[in-house]
């Protein structure tokens, strides 16, 4: 398997010898969390992931939601940070990042995070908001699987919930206008009615936003 993607799949939780203590800005806050080689961006929160938290909107205060690819969990932990009343998933295909994330989780007093594989979360379970930085990098047919699996869980909108959506952060030169237009064929077949859009763009990113219903949006 190439260096370069062994961080999307299993790995064994790091010893005590491999974690390292970092600093990271999340929900506003200087914290320190745990991280170790083997997963996804180790040392700092990536640019993509940056991109997302900056520009997506504030979580609503409670809810259920899905952090898709988690890793040490920069995504999972500013949702439940910003909105302690609401429930976390934070999935991952990588023993170790899902060992991570249960840690930082449990250090900074997230008791909403329920980190698990993809296989333990309840199939029942939908969601009322999503955030991912999906791993474009898998290649297209392991990504539109996992488009197809998840985004069809987003919850309608409803009067409590009305903004429900995912938001992806994805790099335009590795193909974020394709997924784009993907995703705007593929999935009413599985959803029904659903707008795609183009929410934000910032720094070689785009951040597309998924909705099963109406709802106000700002495509640039």
């Known amino acids: 398997m190439p260096a370069s993607q062994d961080h999307y799949f299993t790995a064994q939780p790091a010893s005590d010898g491999e974690l390292r203590r970092r600093q990271a800005l999340l929900a506003g806050r200087d914290v320190e969390i745990l991280s170790a080689g083997g997963i996804f961006s180790p040392g700092h929160v990536d640019k993509g992931t940056a991109v997302l938290l900056k520009e997506a909107p504030a979580p609503p205060k409670t809810g259920t939601f899905l952090d898709l690819g988690c890793g040490w969990g920069p995504l999972a932990l500013t949702m439940a940070m910003l909105s302690p009343a609401a429930t976390v998933h934070a999935v991952d295909v990588n023993a170790r990042a899902l ?51 998840w985004l069809p869980r987003l919850a309608p909108g409803s009067p409590d919930l009305p903004d429900s959506a995912a938001y992806l952060v994805v790099q335009k030169n590795l193909g974020s206008d394709s997924l784009q237009s993907w995703l705007a064929r593929t999935l009413p077949e599985l959803m029904g009615k659903v707008e795609v859009n183009r929410y934000a763009i910032s720094k070689g990113f785009r951040v597309l936003r998924v909705t099963r219903a109406a709802a106000s949006s700002r495509p640039v």
Request: one cysteine or more; aromatic letters at 4%; proline letters at 8%.
């Open 99 to 149: 060992d991570l994330c249960r840690r930082n989780a449990q250090a900074l007093g997230c008791t909403g995070v329920q980190v698990s594989t993809p296989e333990e979360v309840d199939p029942d379970t939908t969601f009322d908001l999503i955030w991912s930085n999906p791993p474009i990098r898998v290649g297209n047919a392991a990504l539109h699987e996992l488009m197809v699996t």
